[in-house]
């Protein structure tokens, strides 16, 4: 069954605002941290945010400020909001769950992906 779905992605120009959506399985989310990860072309794939079963927020570097993940345990959703968007941000993004909260290796529940273009 499906575990993981991501929706939200889109083209944006530079400057502008998307929404990423995931919607977790209550059994994966429980327990789990929950994050997303990107991957852009030649590149790759990196950390951008993720929430804690307790809700401790990891934010990578190029990204503070401008991100904020969110975490609605009653609705099964982790939403990503991304702000002042810039033309390297334009990447897939992955919801993922599971991952190290220590290391923030990924853990083995991947969304299928969303892609994000930011027009420059």
């Known amino acids: 069954q499906v575990q993981l779905v991501e929706s939200g992605g889109g083209l944006v120009q530079a400057g502008g605002s998307l929404r990423l959506s995931c919607t977790v399985s209550r059994s994966i989310l429980i327990g789990n941290a929950v994050g997303w990860y990107r991957q852009a072309p030649g590149k790759q794939r990196e950390l951008v945010a993720a929430?804690?079963?307790?809700?401790?927020?990891k934010y990578a570097d190029y990204v503070k400020g401008r991100f904020t993940i969110s975490r609605d345990s009653a609705k099964n959703i982790v939403s990503l909001q991304m702000n002042s968007l810039k033309a390297e941000d334009t990447a897939i993004y992955y919801c993922?769950?599971?991952?190290?909260?220590?290391?923030?290796?990924?853990?083995?529940?991947w969304g299928q992906g969303t892609q994000v273009t930011v027009s420059s």
């Open positions: 929430v804690t079963s307790g809700g401790n927020i």
């Open positions: 993922n769950a599971g991952m190290s909260v220590i290391t923030w290796v990924p853990g083995g529940y």
